[in-house]
């Protein structure tokens, strides 16, 4: 049987389960983490603070990204009032949860180098195949979270170029301004974008990570 009921697809969205249940969590908690030690605990005291996946999970979110590497956690609640700096401390927390999940990719990326020059057979092919979607996912959740644009975290990583009256009034749109965006790539539209910037991330890191070729190649 082919297709998505096929042994492959289902393979490889069990992976991807797998993965979600790492790569949402470091997300979420890293952004709890630097909101907290900028001044801010309400992350920290909704229990946040946390990689227990069901945390933070937003399930249609959840299910988006399994089967199409796209998707969303349920937002972390920051309180700018808490922060010396509101602008700066927003923009800060929003940038946590994309630099975690490209610290965490670097690391699964390293570890697949390592793991692909030292092991074999099937047990390595398993782990190789889980770490190659972990890594795509938490490059693919980065890239996506650093649209420019509300909900997304590069917005509130841009309201320090912004004026914020203009980006509060976005703010007030930003659950239609999600779900046009989400219509663009359940129809394709930012394909070409989010693949330029998703292969440009991977071939940085594939640099970065090049010291492990040298070594072990």
């Excluded at 602008?87 to 990719?105: D, R, Y």
């Excluded at 997304?152 to 009256?165: A, C, K, M, N, Y």
């Excluded at 965006?181 to 930012?190: C, N, Q, T």
Aim: glycine share 10%.
């Amino acid at each position: 049987m082919n297709g998505l009921l096929g042994p492959y697809a289902l393979y490889t969205f069990l992976l991807r389960a797998a993965a979600v249940l790492l790569v949402i969590p470091f997300h979420e908690a890293a952004h709890a983490l630097v909101s907290w030690r900028l001044g801010d605990p309400t992350a920290k005291n909704a229990g946040r603070l946390s990689l227990n996946p069901m945390r933070h999970f937003d399930w249609m979110g959840t299910l988006c990204m399994i089967l199409g590497g796209v998707g969303w956690a349920r937002p972390v609640g920051i309180d700018v009032r808490r922060f010396r700096n509101p602008k700066a401390g927003m923009a800060i927390s929003a940038a946590a949860g994309p630099a975690a999940n490209l610290l965490l990719a670097y690391v699964c990326l390293l570890l697949y180098k390592l793991l692909y020059y030292g092991s074999h057979g099937a047990a390595a092919a398993v782990l190789l195949d889980f770490l190659s979607i972990l890594i795509s996912l938490n490059i693919s959740l980065a890239v996506f979270n650093l649209l420019p644009i509300p909900p997304f975290d590069g917005s509130r990583i841009f309201l320090l170029f912004l004026p914020q009256r203009l980006y509060f009034q976005a703010m007030r749109y930003e659950r239609y301004i999600m779900a046009a965006v989400l219509l663009l790539v359940l129809f394709g539209f930012l394909d070409g974008p989010l693949s330029f910037c998703v292969n440009a991330v991977w071939r940085g890191m594939d640099l970065a990570t090049g010291f492990v070729d040298g070594w072990l190649g």
